[in-house]
């Protein structure tokens, strides 16, 4: 059974940075995509990062240049590297992740995700 668990939320001020990390057991095969989604209180779900298993990445608009997706295969490993933190980034982060081919790009639809990390950042 294919697990995914998100680690490294917590709160932090505006401008600061958190690592988030998602752990992934259960599949020994390689995924065709991973990704990070959030959803804000009374928000829509936003895709935010993407990366394909041969280390492309694409992002979303309003985390591009202050967030870095990347996959540690070796330690089958998710990351998302997240810098100059707004308050607007505040919300609950999901790893997620597919393994059939699909376009990899940020979305909240890939059919295996975790439960789920909360980041709130304040001013």
């Known amino acids: 059974q294919v697990q995914l668990v998100e680690s490294g939320g917590g709160s932090v001020q505006a401008g600061g940075s958190l690592r988030l990390s998602c752990a992934a057991s259960?599949?020994?095969?390689?995924?065709?995509?991973l990704g990070w989604f959030r959803q804000a209180p009374g928000k829509e779900r936003e895709g935010v990062a993407a990366?394909?298993?041969?280390?492309?990445?694409q992002y979303a608009d309003s985390v591009k240049g202050r967030f870095t997706i990347s996959y540690d295969n070796a330690k089958n490993t998710l990351y998302l590297q997240m810098d100059s933190l707004k308050d607007e980034d505040t919300a609950m982060y999901y790893c997620?992740?597919?393994?059939?081919?699909?376009?990899?790009?940020?979305?909240?639809?890939?059919?295996?995700r975790g439960q789920g990390t909360q980041v709130t950042v304040s001013s």
């Open positions: 997620a992740a597919t393994v059939v081919a699909v376009k990899c790009v940020p979305r909240s639809d890939f059919p295996l």
């Open positions: 259960g599949y020994s095969a390689t995924y065709y995509c």
């Open positions: 990366i394909t298993s041969d280390g492309f990445a």
